[in-house]
């Protein structure tokens, strides 16, 4: 028995809905430029050893005192310690400071460095208030904002599309680029509206110029 060959048009439908559906997905790979120069690296280093310990004088001593702290004109370092408290080990700073440290970042020019890189490499194209991004390798995307639900799929630093708003107990209703809707923990995933850093050399030296979260 033969088998019918498919025509030119069918293979062109196929070769076009496999097009689509690699284009739809957006990979956003970690980045860190960090090391391109020896004097910024040592800086951050020192910076994140000073999170870590929750040192809030090396912190301040590292914040320019310029410092933009939102969008609302309230800047400079007393705005940010009025803010950020820093002098409380409860801080919220220590967790929101060392998430943007650990998550890398790209330099833009010689005299500024711009973290973490979902904010620094986001894509120009895509909504920012729309997706988000995977932050970690192999993350479980579940069908119910449970941990022991079932997995719909897996997704490597792939950027989904929001289904709604972030939910309080921690998870966040996303949408696969194949139209699959689910879960992702908020912790395994960040958009680039979330808090960032942007430093700067000035008067010879590396400091926190902004510090600041939405649009």
């Excluded at 030119?8 to 097009?19: H, M, Q």
């Excluded at 004088?57 to 410092?67: C, H, T, Y």
């Excluded at 310690?81 to 970042?105: F, I, M, N, T």
Aim: hydrophobic share 50%; charged share 25%.
């Amino acid at each position: 028995m033969s088998v019918a060959r498919p025509t030119c048009r069918c293979v062109a439908w196929l070769l076009a809905v496999l097009a689509g559906s690699v284009d739809a997905q957006v990979v956003l790979t970690p980045v860190d430029e960090a090391a391109m120069q020896p004097d910024f690296f040592s800086f951050r280093a020192q910076l994140a050893t000073a999170v870590a310990r929750r040192d809030a004088a090396a912190v301040l001593a590292a914040v320019d005192e310029r410092v933009r702290t939102g969008f609302g004109g309230d800047d400079g370092r007393a705005a940010f310690e009025r803010q950020w408290l820093p002098d409380r080990p409860d801080s919220r700073l220590w967790e929101a400071l060392g998430a943007v440290l650990a998550l890398g970042g790209s330099f833009t020019g010689t005299q500024q460095f711009s973290a973490p890189y979902v904010y620094s490499r986001w894509p120009e194209d895509l909504d920012a208030f729309e997706h988000v991004a995977v932050i970690a390798s192999d993350v479980r995307l579940r069908a119910a904002p449970r941990a022991d639900a079932a997995a719909i799929g897996r997704a490597s630093f792939l950027v989904l599309e929001l289904a709604g708003p972030a939910r309080e107990d921690g998870w966040l209703p996303v949408r696969t680029p194949d139209g699959r809707a689910g879960y992702v923990a908020r912790a395994l995933a960040r958009s680039p509206l979330d808090y960032r850093a942007i430093f700067e050399r000035r008067d010879g030296r590396w400091q926190l110029v902004a510090f600041v979260s939405g649009d």
